[in-house]
């Protein structure tokens, strides 16, 4: 191991991140890759604040490399429940219901468009998923490798992590959103705000504690919400409601769809700046072939399933009053509460709330990730522990989420144009 004082970490590959505004002395190996113990070292506020969050088994990496020797997860399971779970969630539903509100959209049109703009959305994620085994390093700083030291710094990386930032806030702020609607579906005495605080929290709570946290928590998470989603196809069929809608024709049919494809694009390919992020533990002989093929399998099936299972729920709101209400009323949630309330009573409500809950699965990736982005924007944010950049983005998505969350689809589209 190589002692340098002081360490650039923009003039390397990564390296330890400085204490707030001192200068400080790193360990760094020959290969650019910061030794976990290393974050503790010295009198500096830095280290004082990691050696806290050491006691409660918090991560303490963030951008920096990870040396070969601590790439020790050779569980490639992980990598496709983490995306099964992210995606096995009620914000991927609502995707798939706003083709008929939002968009105008038949169903079989809306159908086709799922699969293809899915599959071809998911790919980017596949392929720099492979890249964390290889590099050991998060997604956002594998930029240096394509650019270059001043192209990186100057320019594109600060250009793209600051578009990153916007996607995470974005869409953290869109699902909460969504899950705040379940909950007032069960309740209408919970408001919105208060929902949004909830499933905020938790998922902060989850992220808190960094990568295996995140994992264990995926690992498991979307069993539950796989179950109720199929009681939702069991009940929605056995209703008979389902309302075959005609596909329009014309100009107006092609920018619908094209619309409606920006928005499912958007929401599977948006993944790709963190693909790396949950493979860089794993150990750097792991085949590409099998990372790909996990990450493919994790994202593929949830998105077109629970898409799709939206799409097919939202025709009945065409032609039966209770749907179209339910909406109107809770958004996505009243659409769920109109297919589960009435045959199952108060397990309706018990399903629907942890839909609700499924959103802390969808957002740990969003909150996680956006703190690599933070950090590769220069030394002063690296210089900020992970964790404590998990705080602030949680507390800037909660602001957007609460005065957005009655009117939903107009956030939705706004933010959809802007990314």
């Known amino acids: 191991m190589d002692y340098k004082e002081p360490y650039d970490v923009e003039s390397s590959p990564v390296g330890a991140a400085l204490p707030f505004g001192e200068k400080d002395s790193t360990y760094v190996d020959e290969n650019g890759a910061v030794p976990g113990e290393s974050f503790t070292y010295g009198n500096s506020t830095y280290a004082k604040i990691q050696r806290f969050a050491g006691r409660f088994n918090i991560e303490q990496r963030g951008i920096e490399r990870v040396p070969e020797d601590e790439r020790t997860d050779p569980n490639l399971r992980m990598i496709g429940t983490m995306w099964l779970a992210a995606n096995m969630v009620v914000s991927s539903f609502a995707i798939g219901a706003l083709a008929i509100p939002v968009f105008d959209l038949g169903f079989v049109d809306s159908l086709l468009t799922i699969f293809f703009i899915n599959i071809l959305g998911i790919t980017p994620v596949c392929f720099f998923s492979t890249f964390g085994p290889k590099f050991g390093l998060r997604q956002m700083v594998l930029s240096r490798f394509y650019f270059g030291y001043y192209g990186v710094k100057i320019s594109v990386s600060f250009a793209v992590a ?63 919400c796989f179950i109720i989603f199929l009681i939702v196809l069991g009940e929605f069929a056995h209703s008979g409601k389902f309302s075959n809608l005609p596909m329009g024709v014309g100009n107006s049919e092609a920018g619908s769809i094209l619309s409606f494809a920006a928005s499912v694009f958007g929401f599977g ?23 790909f093929i996990w990450t493919f399998a994790g994202l593929v099936f949830p998105l077109c399933f629970t898409e799709m299972l939206g799409l097919a729920v939202m025709t009945a709101s065409i032609n039966d009053p209770s749907y179209a209400q339910g909406y109107s009323t809770s958004g996505i949630g009243g659409l769920l509460a109109a297919v589960l309330f009435p045959p199952l009573g108060r397990f309706g409500q018990f399903c629907l709330v942890v839909l609700a809950l499924s959103i802390i699965a969808n957002n740990c990736p969003n909150i996680y990730s956006v703190t690599f982005s933070l950090q590769v924007m220069g030394r002063w944010t690296q210089a900020v522990p992970r964790f404590i950049w998990t705080f602030i983005g949680t507390l800037i998505y909660c602001a957007i989420a609460i005065p957005g969350y009655s009117h939903f689809e107009q956030v939705l589209e706004d933010f959809m144009l802007l990314i």
């Open 269 to 291: 390919t948006g993944w790709t700046s963190y693909a790396a992020d949950y493979t860089v533990y794993q150990p750097a002989n792991s085949s590409k072939v099998k990372v």
């Open 162 to 224: 600051i578009f990153n930032i916007l996607a995470c806030v974005g869409w953290s702020s869109v699902n909460v959103i969504v899950g705040a609607q379940l909950l007032n579906a069960v309740n209408t005495n919970v408001p919105g705000y208060a929902g949004i605080i909830i499933i905020a929290a938790a998922t902060f709570i989850v992220t808190l504690f960094g990568y295996k946290v995140v994992h264990a928590y995926e690992f498991w998470s979307w069993i539950p």
